[in-house]
């Protein structure tokens, strides 16, 4: 249940943050009559989020048991790999995330394709969201308890959203990307676990203590790199980016 929640929460902000700022950016520029082009996109990177969730799921569940195993064992470590990759990307480049955003919207604008940029960039979170909570569902016993974690999560995730957005609350991101980061590493190194699992009750691997230490070694590489200060911003490269969105 918990692992469920970290993942929703910690996805489903981004990705109401992704929105809220394609909003800012709309009403700042007072472009609001392109707000449902907007929406079309956001919506449909969510359907798109949703079958694909479907498609993986309908997939397992007519495959063999041994070629089931195989395919959560593979899933389950394209899963980390991704998140491993978003989580480190992340916190490099959440510091320019809303200049970015808002340069691409304005390049999306003058082209005409803002719904493509704004299902780009919610899809971006919502493909890889529903492939890692694919394998942590297979990595979970409880089916019930995840699904209340994840609606769960996606409710407080949009709630925040919402308040951040509309001013109503104050809300450290740099805190909580930070400790959400960290702990999505240790759900990672979870299904990391449960994905070698297959493969060691496959007898593709051996020794039933290998995913355990692979695990560890992942968070003992993973952690450290991820809590460390990040690199300075330098003047000229700054200055380069907001150049850029102007």
Known sequence: MLNTFVIALREGLEASLIVGILIAYLKKSERTILMKSLWFGVFSAIGAALLFGGVLSFTSTNLSDEHEMIFAGTTGIIAVALVTWMIFWMKKT?????????????????????????????????????????????????????????????????????????????????????????????????VFKMALTEYVDLGYLNGSALPTIVAAIYIAICAPIYLSKPKPISPAELKNRITLTK
């Open 94 to 190: 959440a510091r320019f995330m809303k200049l970015e955003l808002e340069q691409k919207a304005s390049a999306a604008i003058s082209a005409g394709a803002l719904s493509l940029a704004a299902f780009t960039a919610v899809a971006r979170e919502g493909l890889e969201t529903s492939l890692f909570l694919y394998a942590n569902f297979k990595a979970d016993t409880n089916a019930v308890a995840s699904t209340i974690g994840l609606l769960l999560g996606i409710a407080a995730s949009i709630a925040l959203g919402y308040a951040i957005h509309k001013g109503a609350i104050r809300f450290n991101l740099a805190l909580f990307f930070k400790v959400s980061g960290v702990a999505l590493i240790l759900v990672a190194a979870n």
